[in-house]
């Protein structure tokens, strides 16, 4: 953590509200975005309890599994699950732009610009926490290899029809959420924490009810009694007064009242299945529709607070101006998102188990450079991001104090002016280290050369001056201009081009397998 | 494993270093010059002649006829190559690849007749050898793949790096220190833990997950560690790997022409010239990583190894040689660590000592060491400063001695340390860990300990 | 020894049973061997739910009836048929044997004892399991010794483990066998979750490694333990090899410092008792006088974690935020020291640590300020 960080933490503590640690929202944020509040039961594997799903605050969908042991009950509720998250991916399929993309031609191996379609817009998830994105990751995982009776006959217990299809959205989903700065989904504590800082710890932070107890406690409490009331409180059956987000739930609640309620439905059920005429039956049903009612009810009340607070959270970030970069990596979630649909129209298989070398190579140096970037872009997007920069030597903003005009030793002289900035920063400038300050949104480069004689830095401008022997107007900064330089890129790009998995070499075990992966077996004790 | 191990020798046979070491380096040679696997993995302890090794290999696969490509992982250590390749053999014609940035090598390298430097490989085609760093050569495509590589510090390579070039070349020899820093990814990797090819993890794992039977070998001999340094250094960071130093108890000596003048880095200096170790223990408080007090305890103990007027001897020279200061290097865990001594050495008006942190000394050697002890002050021991690698790097830098200096405590502080870490399934755990490592060299080093109120 | 029970027994109150350290209690001194106050009460046998109970800070961990009945279920599968299916996963992960086959004749090495252990009390399961496991050290076959009871000397007493299973391979060797009901999906699992069935294997193998050592020859103890888990969203077994030697040192030297509870003892005012009968004040008071060391890991491994992280707030420790806070404060320890530290009204410039608070405070408030931002908010 920067000390700049720790800093507005104590500050917290000692004015028991949160503080900014961005002054603009880092994150874009759909107009439009699908909330997902997902339960899960105790001891199973990705067994969900119920769900509130939904783009419209006032109106979630409450999704229960009455028994979660039951194959039938957890088919119902995905497939309900895919009917609300399907039909709102698929709304930002059709509305596109033409865009341009570079590809391998595959004659002659060389990279060309091809023009392609990028979705205007993208859909965006927010789950509740980290532990949500997870749970998304595994929903996905535990959907994509189902088979449905249409894509084979034979398959024992088949998936409701769209059930394999929202399994690779969600891994997609889950996926995407690995990559540094994206928000085709996010978590709402992460949103949060990025922007404030509490007085608690980050592992605390990861509460939501705590973590908004802090930037907005109600009725103006300190942050830390509402934190703790949030955390930790109880009415008088033992019951949390602000229930975990989840996907777990609280051990009294299972215990105390989803046990006994989920033992009336089976009772119920037994009873109906043996019922032996009409009326009976229907009173059955009756009692059967009760228990399942009342295990609903017990659904929505752990989950309604969580939705109302992921949307609070929402209004909160939606009154920090975004951040003018946010927006270009936002682009970077429309094409993830274009790209899916895409192997998803084409018929591709579902994404397989695990990577390949490849595959996970090239991920890797996707999101080391997607880190990097993001590093860079919070920096020149909010003074008080480049302040811990600055602070730990990666950057240095001070007033210039002198130009010198000098020129490089080419045979067509180019401007080299020599621009010295007096600064109180500290910056690790190594011999000749390359420096970046934004000109007009572009990165301009220059050299280190020195200090002069009163401590400032001595810089060579490099690029961004035009063709002319004279620097154009506006490109080399002027005595009494404040400047910001950092010592890191401000656009990184990425690694070199890896091989093709079926060229994988001997050293990674050569080329992987191809096909399809088969679906998990199944058998009659599966959770899922 | 066909190379020697000096374990197998029994306490009464006589350990003859020359000749395990050469019996080591034939056994190696021979696998990559007539073997028939694709690769060839060598690990080698610190200062066991792996650039030499190097070197010889590339000599003599280039005598073969086989045109090599050698990867190394930063600019320095391909000058570094190309400078004792060209010092061995100046008639040997060397590319250098590199990259189109400013100053991409050593200007010494424009002095060498033979060697030709260009940013692309279809200019070096032909030379007998090609060396680059393994960022420059993943960017290299559409050659003819060369028929045999040479990949150094392998253990510090990346598994991502490792497949970006491997389609360059039919088989390899694969040569590094597996207790020197692992690599690392700026973001997580967890998901691919566990997988062979891992690519967050080390070129060599990956290598031998997919090729098991590739031959290993190991330089049994540290010809850099002093007989005092050897044993500690390949108990607590090479358990399973054990190596002797090539030089015996009464092969080096360090003397001081100026006698002690009794405060604390007179002594300490004096106990290190004795026994290989120094610890000089400042009294137990917590600091922030810049510890002034630490800093300038560093920097008086270079002032007085100096003054003292130190002299080596070694089987390099019966004569002593006198310690000037590019014979001793100051090691940190930390670059603002480093800053903070480079400045109060200068206050101290020393100059031409090197000061880096541990990543950068990699692959160093010095007669003289004077270590910032990476726990030293610290109100927790954190995943960074328990880094095995990092420890055994300034742990083994020294050709004489080697000086720690640190805060009182660290013993409790390991004590203290919460041991919660996640375990990912099918990942090998790397054991000894930096939490045992430490524990072994600080119970070693508290025998050399000279308690100092500066 | 026995003073020092005596004296033990004394803080927990008069009548009150020790409770029982259990693999998981002396897994989870490792968390924060640094905490004073959780050597004591733990070394004690005070019930520390109970006492966060009375000290009004309870503690909020259960175990969910879905996620209990769930882990049954799984183990009683997966020892199902004379543990068929466990001992074919030992023996495909770790060798050691020809495939054990239930049924086999004695006398057969694919032959499986399951060797009865039930005795009277802790002490007697002990004493019964180290017999099973010397007789089948000796047998050349696979002995399956379920929920053996191991009897682990901690700081002088006896503490009694019972690992989920025990297997000794035909070739000798002793295995810790732990089954646990979360998922292996692909292979992999959570990380949080495997590390801390490992560490509280490296407990059982630690115990099982002194019952070896009464043997002669010392049998093998592998450390490398068997995980057993779901595969997949399937109640099907299936199993990964950890290696605990790192745990294993771990575990051992914690325990070797165990002894230090004594000293701990021995400086607590006369007459401090832990008795939950007690009045919370005086309680809170008894707890009071043995230092902890709080920091927000312990909310999820510690149940008197809320009362401390009380405390701790309270004094304004900088830990509570996180034991990486402190890394760059130096000495200050105080939330309030280090904002006078940084606001310029204490602390001695010289100090790199109030240098540096004074640089970053003065740069947020430029960069607050510049955006037009209010710190007071």
């Known amino acids: 953590m920067s000390l700049i960080h720790t800093l507005a933490r104590l500050e917290a503590v000692e004015s028991g509200r949160a503080q900014p640690l961005a002054m603009v929202r880092h994150r874009h944020l759909a107009a439009r975005p699908l909330v997902f509040v997902p339960l899960t039961t105790a001891g199973e594997a990705g067994a969900p309890l119920g769900a509130l799903v939904g783009s419209d605050r006032e109106r979630p969908r409450l999704l229960v599994v009455p028994q979660p042991r039951d194959r039938d ?61 997870d749970f998304v990751r595994l929903l996905g995982r535990s959907m994509r290899f189902r088979r449905t009776a249409e894509q084979d006959p034979d398959t024992p217990y088949p998936a409701p029809a769209r059930v394999p299809l929202l399994g690779r959205w969600l891994t997609h989903f889950a996926e995407r959420a690995r990559v540094p700065g994206s928000t085709l989904i996010a978590a709402m504590t992460e949103l949060l924490a990025r922007h404030w800082a509490t007085g608690q710890s980050s592992l605390e932070d990861q509460h939501l009810g705590a973590l908004l107890a802090w930037i907005d406690p109600p009725g103006g409490d300190a942050g830390a009694e509402a934190a703790r009331r949030a955390e930790t409180a109880r009415d008088a059956g033992g019951q949390l007064l602000c229930p975990p987000a989840g996907p777990a739930t609280d051990p009294a609640f299972d215990n105390k009242l989803l046990a006994p309620a989920i033992e009336r439905y089976d009772r119920a059920r037994t009873a109906l299945a043996a019922a032996d005429d009409g009326p009976s039956a229907d009173h059955r049903l009756a009692e059967l529709t009760a228990a399942e009612r009342e295990i609903g009810a017990l659904v929505e009340s752990r989950t309604r607070p969580t939705w109302d607070a992921v949307w609070h959270g929402l209004d909160l970030l939606n009154d920090l101006p975004e951040g003018e970069r946010a927006a270009e990596r936002w682009t970077r979630d429309r094409w993830s998102y274009t790209g899916h649909r895409d192997r998803v129209l084409a018929g591709e298989p579902p994404q397989p188990r695990r990577d390949d070398a490849v595959t996970a190579a090239n991920k890797l140096a996707a999101r080391e450079t997607a880190q990097a970037r993001l590093e860079a872009q919070e920096a020149l997007d909010d003074p008080l991001v480049m302040a811990a920069r600055r602070l730990s030597g990666e950057a240095f903003a001070g007033e210039v104090t002198e130009v010198v005009m000098a020129y490089s030793e080419s045979k067509r002289p180019s401007p080299r002016p020599l621009v010295t900035l007096r600064t109180d920063d500290g910056p690790h400038l190594a011999e000749r280290a390359k420096v970046y300050r934004s000109l007009a949104g572009k990165p301009q480069s220059a050299q280190f050369v020195g200090y002069d004689e009163e401590g400032g830095v001595v810089l060579r401008i490099m690029d961004k001056m035009g063709r002319g022997k004279e620097p154009d107007e506006g490109s080399v900064p002027e005595k009494g201009d404040q400047v910001t330089w950092t010592l890191f890129e401000h656009a990184p790009r990425g690694g070199p081009s890896l091989p093709e998995p079926e060229d994988t070499p001997w050293t990674h075990g050569g080329p992987p397998g191809t096909g399809a992966e088969a679906p998990d077996p199944v058998t009659s004790e599966d959770t899922l | 494993m066909s190379s020697a191990d000096p374990r197998t020798h029994g306490a009464d046979a006589p350990f003859d270093p020359s000749a395990e070491a050469a019996r080591a380096t034939a056994a190696i040679l021979h696998d990559t010059l007539h073997g028939e696997a694709r690769g060839v993995v060598v690990d080698s302890p610190p200062g066991a002649g792996k650039s030499t090794l190097v070197v010889n290999a590339a000599r003599e696969l280039a005598a073969a006829g086989r045109p090599l490509m050698v990867v190394a992982q930063t600019n320095a250590q391909v000058d570094d190559l190309v400078l004792r390749l060209a010092e061995k053999e100046p008639d040997l014609p060397v590319g250098r690849l590199h990259s189109s940035d400013a100053d991409p090598y050593d200007k010494a390298l424009d002095d060498l007749e033979h060697v030709r430097k260009s940013t692309k490989a279809s200019d070096l085609a032909g030379l007998d050898v090609v060396i680059s760093t393994a960022a420059k050569w993943a960017h290299v495509s559409g050659v003819e793949p060369w028929r045999h590589a040479i990949v150094d510090e392998a253990y510090q390579m990346r598994s991502d790096a490792l497949l970006a070039v491997a389609g360059l070349f039919e088989r390899a020899l694969f040569v590094g220190d597996p207790g020197q820093l692992d690599p690392f990814a700026i973001v997580g990797s967890e998901q691919w833990a566990g997988l062979s090819y891992d690519p967050s993890a080390s070129a060599v794992s990956t290598l031998l997950a997919h090729n098991p039977s590739l031959p290993q070998h190991r330089l049994p001999v540290s010809w850099r560690l002093p007989a005092s340094a050897a044993p500690l250094v390949s108990d607590a960071f090479y358990p399973y790997t054990r190596f002797r130093s090539g030089t015996g108890h009464g092969d080096r000596s360090l003397s001081f022409g100026v006698p002690s003048d009794g405060g604390g880095p007179d002594r300490v200096l004096d106990e290190a010239a004795a026994s290989g170790w120094g610890l000089l223990e400042l009294p137990a408080r917590h600091t922030p990583r810049t510890d002034p007090e630490a800093v300038r305890a560093v920097a008086a103990v270079v002032r007085r190894l100096l003054d003292r007027g130190g002299a080596t001897v070694s089987e390099r020279s019966p004569d002593p040689v006198p310690l000037t200061a590019d014979r001793i290097a100051v090691g940190t865990a930390h670059r603002d660590q480093a800053a903070a001594v480079r400045a109060a050495l200068a206050e101290l008006a020393v100059s031409g000592v090197t000061v880096d942190t541990a990543n950068r000394l990699q692959g160093r050697e010095y007669d003289v060491t004077v270590v910032l002890h990476p726990l030293s002050g610290r109100p927790d021991a954190t995943a960074f400063h328990l880094e095995t690698g990092r420890l055994c790097v300034l742990a083994s830098r020294h050709r004489h001695a080697c000086i720690v200096v640190a805060r009182a405590g660290i013993a409790d502080l390991l004590d203290d340390h919460p041991s919660t870490e996640p375990v990912q399934l099918g990942v090998t755990v790397k054991f000894p860990d930096g939490w045992e490592a430490n524990h072994a060299v600080l119970s070693h080093l508290s025998e050399h300990r000279v308690p100092w109120q500066p | 020894m026995t003073a020092l029970r005596q004296r033990l027994a004394e803080l927990r109150g008069p009548a009150v049973p020790a409770k029982a350290l259990d693999a998981r209690a002396l897994a989870a001194l490792a968390a924060n061997p640094g905490c004073r106050r959780r050597a004591l009460l733990d070394g004690a046998g005070v019930d520390k739910s109970a006492l966060a109970q009375a000290l009004g800070s309870p503690s909020g961990f259960g175990q969910s009836q879905f ?171 299936t199993a990964a090899v950890m290696d605990v030697r790192k745990q294993l040192s771990v575990t051992k030297r914690q325990l070797g410092r165990l002894t230090r509870i004594e000293d701990i003892a021995d400086a607590l005012p006369e007459g401090t008792t832990f008795d939950v009968e007690r009045p919370a004040a005086e309680l809170t008071e008894a707890v009071e006088s043995v230092p902890a060391a709080y920091a927000p890991e312990c909310l999820a491994a510690c149940e008197l974690a809320f009362h401390c992280r009380e405390r701790a707030r309270g004094d304004g420790e900088v830990t509570a935020l996180g034991r990486s806070v402190r890394g760059e404060l130096g000495a200050l320890t105080a939330v309030e020291d280090v904002l006078a530290a940084a606001r310029g009204t204490a602390g001695d410039p010289d100090d790199p640590a109030v240098a540096a608070l004074r640089r970053a405070a003065g740069l947020r408030a430029e960069a607050l300020a510049a955006a037009g931002g209010d710190t007071a908010c």
């Open chain 1, 73 to 133: 009950l957890r088919f119902a509720f995905l497939a309900d699950l895919a009917e609300e998250v399907l039909p709102y991916v698929d709304s930002f399929a059709e509305d596109t732009e033409p865009a341009e993309q570079s590809k391998t031609d595959p004659e002659t191996g060389k990279r060309v610009k091809v023009e392609v379609e990028l979705c205007a817009d993208a859909p965006q998830l927010i789950v509740p926490s980290r532990a949500g994105v």
């Open chain 3, 67 to 237: 996620a209990f009945v769930r882990g049954n279920a799984f183990e009683a599968k997966v020892k199902a048929d004379g543990g068929a299916e466990l001992l074919r996963l030992v023996h495909a992960h770790l060798g050691g044997g020809p495939e054990p086959t239930t049924g086999a004749p004695d006398g057969d090495p694919a032959a499986v004892r399951t060797p009865d252990l039930a005795a009277a009390g802790p002490e007697g399961r002990a004493a019964r399991t180290a017999l099973a496991l010397r007789e089948a050290s000796g047998t050349r076959a696979w002995t399956l010794l379920d929920h053996p009871m191991l009897a682990l000397d901690v700081a002088g007493s006896p503490a009694f483990l019972e690992p989920d299973a025990v297997v000794v391979h035909p070739d000798g060797h002793w295995t810790v066998v732990e089954i646990k009901s979360f998922p292996m999906i692909d292979g992999a699992a959570d990380a949080a979750k495997v590390g801390s069935a490992a560490r509280q294997a490296a407990v059982y193998a630690l115990a099982l490694q002194q019952v070896a050592g009464h043997l002669d020859p010392a049998p093998p103890v592998h450390h490398r333990v068997l995980l057993v888990c779901p595969k997949d969203f399937s109640n099907q077994p």
